[in-house]
């Protein structure tokens, strides 16, 4: 039963590359998150999508920055026209959903992205 | 809006001592809280959790307790060993269907 599967685990891009970053939830999740986490910072929310729906966006930046959640296939969370300042840990979690109780969110091992 | 305020780090402690590392939160309604926890490299896991007020939440040795009245969810540890450290996060997550808001993290450096 594998858990939430990120990849890649690092990646590197020059400045106005495009970054994407998959994710796969843990069987059963249907809810997927996207944290980013800057160095000496905590943790901080971007996007929260379910199958084909973005539920909640407001930490995503307005510009470069775009995530989906196919009816089949990973959530992928892209980056455009990558910069210096996108240099993080990209951490993605599932759950199974807001009725299951108190949701737990279960974390991916984290993308790594650097910009040259 | 919610938010978590977690105590500054470094927490650099000896095998053995008594950890503490405080959370206070504020949110609307009933809020679910949480420590996660973050060994290097890798992604967060979950250490504990509480639903409602006056809830203790347990695992490893570690506990922590939902105190409505002071807003408070402070994590603590009688006797801490060189595996715990890493970095501690308190969370809370407000109505069904929103995102957990995180607390900046603590880093727990234990010493033998």
């Known amino acids: 039963n594998a858990g939430v599967m990120q990849n890649p685990r690092h990646l590197v891009r020059r400045r106005g590359q495009e970054a994407r970053l998959r994710c796969s939830p843990m069987?059963?999740?249907?809810?997927v998150y996207w944290y980013r986490q800057l160095p000496e910072e905590g943790l901080k929310f971007m996007v929260y999508?379910?199958?084909?729906?973005?539920?909640?966006e407001s930490g995503m930046p307005k510009e470069r920055f775009s995530a989906e959640f196919p009816k089949e296939g990973p959530s992928i969370l892209r980056i455009q026209q990558v910069v210096r300042g996108d240099s993080a840990a990209y951490f993605c979690?599932?759950?199974?959903?807001?009725?299951?109780?108190?949701?737990?969110?279960?974390f991916g091992a984290g993308s790594r992205l650097t910009v040259l | 809006g919610n938010s978590v305020t977690q105590m500054e780090g470094p927490v650099t402690l000896s095998e053995e001592a008594f950890l503490t590392i405080n959370c206070t939160y504020t949110?609307?309604?009933?809020?679910?809280l949480f420590w996660y926890v973050q060994y290097p490299g890798e992604g967060l896991q979950l250490l504990l959790k509480?639903?409602?007020?006056?809830d203790k939440g347990s695992n490893k040795g570690f506990e922590a307790t939902y105190r409505k009245e002071t807003t408070s969810f402070h994590l603590e540890k009688g006797s801490v060993q060189v595996s715990d450290s890493a970095v501690y996060f308190c969370?809370?997550?407000?109505?069904?269907?929103?995102?957990?808001?995180f607390g900046k993290g603590t880093t727990l450096s234990v010493s033998s």
């Open positions: 979690a599932s759950s199974p959903g807001p009725n299951s109780g108190a949701n737990v969110l279960t």
């Open positions: 069987k059963g999740h249907s809810h």
């Open positions: 999508l379910q199958k084909e729906n973005i539920i909640d």
């Open positions: 949110a609307t309604g009933y809020p679910s």
């Open positions: 509480a639903t409602k007020a006056d």
């Open positions: 969370a809370l997550t407000g109505q069904a269907g929103t995102a957990l808001i």
